[in-house]
């Protein structure tokens, strides 16, 4: 597996998780993203950094998410703070040059009301 995620798990609603996908091969000059998907429906892109650690997010999570990196640990992050219901998913880490075109096997994210 290229990319490895981690952190998933119950939490209450106003809680925090954080995210991990440790990568196999260097990620330096990629941009790494996290997507998420719930049963039914498309996956939906959360958040992106580029290699110049340039970052974006989609508008319900903006200011309750940060993504960030470390390169020398081949490892990106998503810290999820003031989580909601809405929040729940399973999470998945992309990694590309221009496109997205690995991806990790995901981790659930379950926040409870």
């Known amino acids: 597996v290229q990319l490895q995620a981690s952190g998933g798990g119950l939490v209450q609603a106003g809680g925090s998780l954080r995210l991990s996908c440790t990568s196999r091969?260097?990620?330096?000059?990629?941009?790494m993203g996290w997507y998420r998907q719930t049963p039914g429906n498309e996956r939906e892109l959360v958040a992106t950094?580029?290699?110049?650690?340039?970052?974006n997010y989609i508008d319900s999570v903006k200011g309750r998410f940060t993504i960030s990196r470390d390169n020398g640990k081949k490892t990106v992050y998503l810290q999820m703070d003031s989580l909601k219901p809405e929040d729940t998913a399973v999470y998945y880490c992309?990694?590309?040059?221009?496109?997205?075109?690995?991806w990790g096997q995901g981790t659930q994210v379950t926040v409870s009301s």
């Open positions: 992309a990694c590309g040059y221009q496109t997205f075109n690995s």
């Open positions: 091969s260097d990620i330096r000059f990629k941009r």
């Open positions: 950094i580029t290699s110049g650690g340039s970052t």
